[in-house]
């Protein structure tokens, strides 16, 4: 199975359907990324087969435009709709892949997504666990799409 392929698609089909923006996938990061700055991460917990997190971290700029195309509205400024949007992209993209792993015969059940940010932030996982990030190209900038996971 690759998740590779699983986040792209997931992501790809989110963006296709819900919110009309191009978001072009790239090639995998494998570097860790810890520290963020002028952003907001979208994030939702699974278990079951597979445990991790499903991260979303989008620069404001990003998180403006994904808020305002996913609203049908111009918005100017970081606040709780920006937060619930980009937490509700984190668990549109997470429901996804929730299905693609459901055809390999992998189980996964999602928690209630969150969504944090600021101006400078670091945000800390499993070390042991695997991590797969894939960026996507968006007119107003990169967003990453980051699975940390650990198989069970």
């Known amino acids: ?19 009309p923006l191009d978001a072009i996938p790239g090639s995998p990061i494998t570097e860790k990324m810890l ?3 002028e952003s907001i991460t979208g994030m939702l917990g699974f278990s079951g087969d597979i445990k991790g ?3 979303l971290h989008c620069p ?5 435009a994904i808020t305002g195309s996913l609203l049908g509205m111009e918005v100017e400024q970081i606040d709780d709709d ?11 993209v997470a429901g996804g892949l929730k299905v693609n792993l459901a055809e390999h015969n992998k189980n996964i059940e999602l928690s209630i997504p ?3 940010g600021g101006i400078s932030y670091t945000i800390h996982g499993l070390a042991s666990a695997e991590r797969i990030t ?3 190209a968006l007119k107003t900038g990169q967003m990453l799409v980051e699975l940390e996971f650990i198989r069970a």
């Open 35 to 37: 520290s963020f700055h």
């Open 82 to 92: 920006v937060h619930d949007a980009i937490g509700e992209l984190a668990n549109m």
């Open 1 to 19: 199975m690759d998740l590779s392929a699983a986040i792209i698609d997931s992501t790809s089909d989110v963006f296709s359907t819900m919110i």
């Open 114 to 116: 969150t969504a944090i």
């Open 53 to 55: 997190m499903l991260r």
């Open 60 to 64: 404001s700029m990003v998180a403006l």
């Open 134 to 136: 894939i960026p996507f």
